[in-house]
C-alpha cells in the first residue's frame, strides 16, 4: 500500500472539495436567503455545471 503526501492530496482533491463547498453555499442561499442571495445561489449552482460543460467540450 503505498502512502501519498498532504501535497498530492491537495492536487487530487482540492478542485473537487472547492466545487462542493461552492454548491453546497448556492443550495443553501437559495433557501434561505432573497436579493442577492438569489443572484448567488445562480451563480454558485452554475459554477460547476460550467465547469462539467468546459471539460466535455476540450478534446482529448
Known sequence: M???TPSE???LWAWPIALGVLTASGLLSALVSDGWGDAWSWLALGAPV???AWHMG???
Open 9 to 11: 492530496f491537495r492536487r
Open 50 to 52: 460550467a465547469v462539467m
Open 2 to 4: 503505498t502512502t501519498s
Open 58 to 60: 476540450k478534446k482529448p
